[in-house]
C-alpha cells in the first residue's frame, strides 16, 4: 500500500470511493439519483483546482482512499463558483425533482455558490478523507492526513477546517485523534480547526 500524489486518471476510482463512503462514512449509492453526483461536488474540483494537495492510498493498482483539499478555501470557492459549478448545473439544476432527502441536498448545494463562513477564515485550508472500508482502522488516515498537512504548510497555510456529519461518530473521533478541536456544532454537523502555523 502506498500514499502518493493523486493524478487526473484516479478520477474513475476517486468518484466511486466518494459514493461508497459518502452518507456519514456509508455507502450513498441507494440515495443518489446517479453514481456520479456526490463526486462532482465533493471529490473531483480539487483535482483540477489544486492537485498538489490531493492524495491516494495505491493498492499497486488503484485507489482504494483519498485524502483531497485546498490550502486556500478562498480561491477554491471562487474558482468553484465561477468554473466548476456552472458547468456541473447543466447536470444537475435546481428544477430537478430530486429522489431522496440526500439527493436534494446536493441538487442544493450544486446551485448554490459556494461562501467560508466568517469563522472559518483563520483556517483557510479544508479537506475531505474517505477510506474504503477495507482499507480503514490501519494506520493510513492518520498517514494521509500528516502528508496532507505537510503539503498545505509548504504552500503557506496557517491552518485547516473542515466539517462533519453529528452522525459520523467514527469519523469525529478520528480528527480528535489528529489534533482537530471543535470551532462550532450546527444542527447535523460539527465544524473542527487545526492551526498549522502561528
Ligand atoms: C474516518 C477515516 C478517514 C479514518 O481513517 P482510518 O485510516 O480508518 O483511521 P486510522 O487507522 O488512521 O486511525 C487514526 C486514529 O483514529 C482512531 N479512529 C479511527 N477511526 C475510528 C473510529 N471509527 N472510532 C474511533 N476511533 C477511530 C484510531 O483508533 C486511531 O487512534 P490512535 O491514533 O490512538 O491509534 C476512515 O475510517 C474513513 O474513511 N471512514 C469512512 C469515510 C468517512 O467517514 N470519512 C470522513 C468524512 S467527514
Known amino acids: 500500500m502506498n500514499i502518493r500524489q493523486a493524478l487526473l486518471s484516479d478520477l474513475p476510482y476517486i468518484y466511486d470511493i466518494c459514493r461508497l463512503t459518502g452518507k456519514n462514512g456509508k455507502d450513498s449509492s441507494d440515495l443518489i439519483r446517479d453514481n456520479y453526483i456526490i463526486g462532482q461536488y465533493f471529490a473531483a474540483p480539487y483535482l483540477h483546482f489544486e492537485i498538489d494537495t490531493c492524495f491516494v492510498l495505491d493498492n499497486g493498482s488503484i485507489p482504494l482512499g483519498y485524502i483531497l483539499g485546498t490550502s486556500s478555501t478562498m480561491l477554491f470557492n471562487e474558482w468553484m463558483n465561477t468554473s466548476w459549478l456552472p458547468s456541473v448545473r447543466k447536470h444537475y439544476n435546481s428544477d430537478l425533482i430530486a429522489t431522496t432527502d440526500f439527493d436534494k441536498f446536493l441538487i442544493d448545494i450544486i446551485n448554490q455558490d459556494c461562501e467560508i463562513p466568517g469563522d472559518l477564515i483563520d483556517y ?75
Not at 479537506?127 to 504552500?155: E, S
Not at 473542515?162 to 489528529?178: D, Q
Open 124 to 198: 483557510p485550508a479544508h479537506l475531505h478523507i474517505d477510506l474504503l472500508p477495507a482499507v480503514q482502522n490501519r494506520g493510513y488516515g492518520k498517514q494521509m492526513m500528516k502528508k496532507f498537512i505537510a503539503a498545505i504548510t509548504d504552500k503557506g497555510s496557517k491552518g485547516v477546517h473542515l466539517s462533519v456529519a453529528l452522525k459520523n461518530v467514527g469519523a469525529i473521533e478520528f480528527y480528535k485523534k489528529n489534533d482537530f478541536f471543535e470551532i462550532r456544532k450546527d444542527s447535523g454537523a460539527l465544524f473542527f480547526g487545526l492551526k498549522t502555523a502561528d
